[in-house]
C-alpha cells in the first residue's frame, strides 16, 4: 500500500490551498488561522466540510489516509482556549489546554483525570493533543482507517468489515450491526465518572453538553458520531467539585507495557461516610464506541461497605449487557480486572 502523506506548511499556505498528496493524486485545502472564536465560528458555518485543528495528533493521520478530506482546514492554535480556571464550582479547562498538564491542584482534586492522561500517551504526544480534540478523536478500529474496506462511519451506508473480520480489538457494549468500533479518549472515560460538562459554542450561542451525552452510540448511523450541532465549536470542558472525585482512579489493561490504546479500562470513583458507599462512579473504556458508565456496577457498590465482597460484587456487574463476539470474549473477564483492580486501589488509600 502505498504511504499517504500531507503536506503541512501552517505559515505558507495561510489562506490559501495547501496539498495532500496521494499515490500521485493531489487533492487541496483552504488553510485558514482565525484570531477569534467569532471568526473560527464564522470559517466553519461557511464551509459544510470544513475541519478544526488544534493538536492535531489524530486528524493528520487522519488526513494522510483520506479517511478525513476537508476542502477547508481551521486552526485554533490561535484562540484564547487555554488554561485552568478553578472556582469554588470546580475547575474550567480550556479545550486547547494540552494533555500533559501539570497542576498539582488537578492531580489533587482530581486524580483519576491525572492518571487517565498520563496512560494515554507518551509525553511528546500529550504536549501537543488538546482537551477537545482528545474528547473528539476518531474510534479506533482497523477497517475505519483502511479505506479500501468498508466502514459505515467513513461512508455511510456502505457497512461494517469488522462484523465478519477481526474483532478482537473491538467492542462488546453499545455495538450495533452497523459498527463495532470502540472510543479511544481515556481522558473522556476519566471525565464521565467526574460528570464533566463539554461548553460548545454556536450561532446560536452556548450549550453545555455532559460528557456521557457528547458521543452517540452507533445504532444505524454510526456515522453520526456526537452531538455537536453544525458550526459548533468546543470551547472548554467543565468539571464540578464532588465529594467522591478526590477518591478516584483509573487503572488500563492494554497490549503493551509502553503507551497503547486500552482493551480495557475503568475509571472509578467513590463517596463513602462512616465506611458506608454513599454514591460511586464506574466507567469503563476501550468496550464500546463511547465511554460507557457501568450503572449496575456503581448500583452494586451504594449502601455498602467497600470490602472485598462489594469490591467483587461490582467487578461482576460491570459486565452486565455485554455482547462479546468470539474473538473478544476476553474483554468481559478484562472489564472485570480493571474494575476489580481500580476499587481495590481505592480500598487501600
Known amino acids: 500500500m502505498p504511504l499517504r502523506r500531507v503536506q503541512q506548511h501552517p505559515r505558507r499556505h495561510r489562506g490559501r490551498r495547501a496539498p495532500v498528496t496521494r499515490g500521485g493524486v493531489v487533492d487541496t485545502f483552504e488553510y485558514k488561522r482565525p484570531g477569534t472564536v467569532r471568526e473560527a465560528l464564522r470559517l466553519i458555518a461557511t464551509h459544510p466540510d470544513a ?71 507518551s509525553p511528546q504526544i500529550r504536549n501537543r493533543a488538546t482537551f477537545g480534540g482528545n474528547l473528539l478523536q476518531g474510534v479506533r478500529c482497523p477497517y475505519f482507517r ?7 462511519r467513513r461512508e455511510p451506508g456502505t457497512g461494517c468489515a469488522a462484523i465478519e473480520g477481526d474483532g478482537r480489538l473491538l467492542g462488546i457494549f453499545g455495538t450495533s450491526a452497523a459498527c463495532i468500533a470502540v472510543h479511544p479518549s481515556d481522558c473522556a472515560v476519566a471525565l464521565l465518572a467526574l460528570d464533566a460538562t463539554v461548553v460548545v459554542e454556536g450561532a446560536r450561542g452556548t450549550r453545555r453538553i455532559p460528557v456521557g451525552d457528547l458521543h452517540r452510540l452507533p445504532g444505524d448511523t454510526p456515522h453520526v458520531e456526537h452531538a455537536l450541532r453544525d458550526g459548533e465549536l468546543v470551547v472548554a470542558v467543565e468539571v464540578p467539585a464532588s465529594p467522591f472525585a478526590a477518591r478516584s482512579t ?6 503493551r507495557a509502553s503507551y497503547a490504546f486500552a482493551l480495557a479500562s475503568a475509571a472509578v470513583a467513590v463517596h463513602s461516610e462512616r465506611g458506608v458507599v454513599r454514591d460511586a462512579r464506574v466507567c469503563l473504556g476501550g468496550v464500546a464506541p463511547k465511554p460507557w458508565r457501568a450503572h449496575t456496577a456503581e448500583s452494586a457498590l451504594r449502601g455498602r461497605r467497600l470490602d472485598a465482597a462489594a469490591i467483587e460484587a461490582a467487578a461482576e456487574a460491570a459486565t452486565a449487557g455485554a455482547a462479546p463476539r468470539p474473538d473478544n470474549a ?20
Open 146 to 152: 483502511l479505506p479500501e474496506f468498508a466502514c459505515g
Open 330 to 349: 476476553y474483554k468481559v473477564e478484562l472489564v472485570r480486572g480493571v474494575v476489580r483492580r481500580a476499587l481495590t486501589e481505592l480500598l487501600v488509600k
Open 51 to 121: 475541519e478544526i485543528i488544534a493538536g492535531g495528533t489524530d486528524l493528520v493521520t487522519l488526513l494522510r489516509d483520506r479517511v478525513r478530506t476537508p476542502a477547508r482546514l481551521v486552526d485554533i492554535n490561535g484562540l484564547p482556549l487555554d488554561g485552568l480556571r478553578w472556582s469554588r464550582d470546580g475547575v474550567r479547562i480550556g479545550a486547547l489546554c494540552r494533555n500533559a498538564v501539570d497542576d498539582p491542584r488537578l492531580a489533587a482534586a482530581y486524580p483519576v483525570l491525572v492518571r487517565a492522561l498520563r496512560s494515554g500517551a
Open 250 to 255: 483509573y487503572v488500563k489493561f492494554r497490549e
